[in-house]
C-alpha cells in the first residue's frame, strides 16, 4: 500500500462537526484529487489541484474545502455544510501534463469512510 | 461539462463467458478513455485505456473498442475467470485540457459465477 496514504480508514462525526481526511503522496506527483464514492453513483470529483497552493473545484465541491500547502499533502475538509457527508472518499495523484495525449494513470489511496451519527 | 453513462449496472456471467460493459460520452472533445477496476474493500486500479487516435487496444484477456462517431466505448473481457469479479468503471477526459480530470461512470458490478 505503498505511494499514497489516506487517514483515517474509518471516521465517525457527528451532525455539525468538521472533520479532516488526510492525504499523503510520496511518488513526487505533482496533481492531487478528492473522489467521493457512493452506491450507484460512481467516483465524483470533489477537487483537484495541479500545483502547490492552487487547486479547483470539481463537480461537487459545495461542503468541502481543501489546501495543498506542501506537495506531498492533500488534505479534505468536510464541513457542517455538507449536507449528505456520509460517504467513502478516495484520494488520488497523477502527474500532471498537458498535449493532445497528456492524460495520465491515476494512483488511488485505500479510501476513507465517513459515517456521520 | 463532459456526461459518462455505464451500461449495465450488474453483470452475472459464466466462468470462461465474456463480459461486456458499454459507455457512452457526451463531450465529443474528450479523447482519452481508460477503464478501473475496484475488486472488493480495495481501491480503484487502472486496468486498460484507450486514446482517440486509435479504434481498438488489446491486453491478453480484455479489449476495450472506442467509436468517436457515436461517442461510445467498451470493454469486452473473454475467459472470464473468478478474479475478474469486481466494480468496473468507465472515464472520460480532454487530455489536452491537461491532466486528468476525469469523468467517471456509475460503474458496473461483475461476477462471474462458477
Known amino acids: 500500500d505503498g505511494g499514497i496514504t489516506q487517514s483515517p480508514k474509518y471516521l465517525f462525526r457527528k451532525e455539525g462537526q468538521n472533520v479532516t481526511l488526510s492525504c499523503e503522496q510520496n511518488l513526487n506527483h505533482d496533481a492531487m484529487y478528492w473522489y467521493r464514492q457512493d452506491p450507484g453513483q460512481g467516483l465524483r470529483l470533489i477537487y483537484y489541484s495541479q500545483i502547490v497552493n492552487d487547486f479547483q473545484k470539481g463537480d461537487i465541491a459545495e461542503g468541502y474545502s481543501v489546501s495543498r500547502e506542501k506537495k506531498e499533502s492533500f488534505p479534505l475538509t468536510v464541513t457542517s455544510a455538507q449536507k449528505n457527508p456520509t460517504a467513502f472518499y478516495l484520494c488520488a495523484s497523477s502527474i500532471w501534463r498537458t498535449g493532445v495525449f497528456g492524460a495520465n494513470v491515476l494512483t488511488f489511496g485505500a479510501g476513507s469512510r465517513l459515517t456521520v451519527l | ?114
Open chain 2, 1 to 114: 461539462g463532459e456526461n459518462v453513462e455505464q451500461h449495465p449496472s450488474t453483470l452475472s456471467v459464466q466462468e470462461g463467458d465474456s463480459a461486456v460493459i458499454k459507455c457512452t460520452y457526451s463531450d465529443s472533445a474528450s479523447n482519452y478513455f481508460p477503464w478501473y477496476k475496484q475488486e472488493l474493500g480495495k481501491r480503484p486500479q487502472l486496468i486498460i485505456d484507450i486514446r482517440s487516435n486509435v479504434g481498438e487496444k488489446k491486453d491478453q484477456r480484455i479489449a476495450v473498442t472506442l467509436n468517436k462517431t457515436a461517442k461510445h466505448f467498451s470493454l469486452h473481457i473473454t475467459e472470464t475467470q473468478p478474479e475478474d469479479s469486481a466494480v468496473y468503471f468507465c472515464a472520460a477526459s480532454w487530455a489536452a485540457g491537461g491532466g486528468n480530470k476525469l469523468t467517471f461512470g456509475t460503474g458496473t458490478q461483475l461476477k462471474v459465477e462458477l
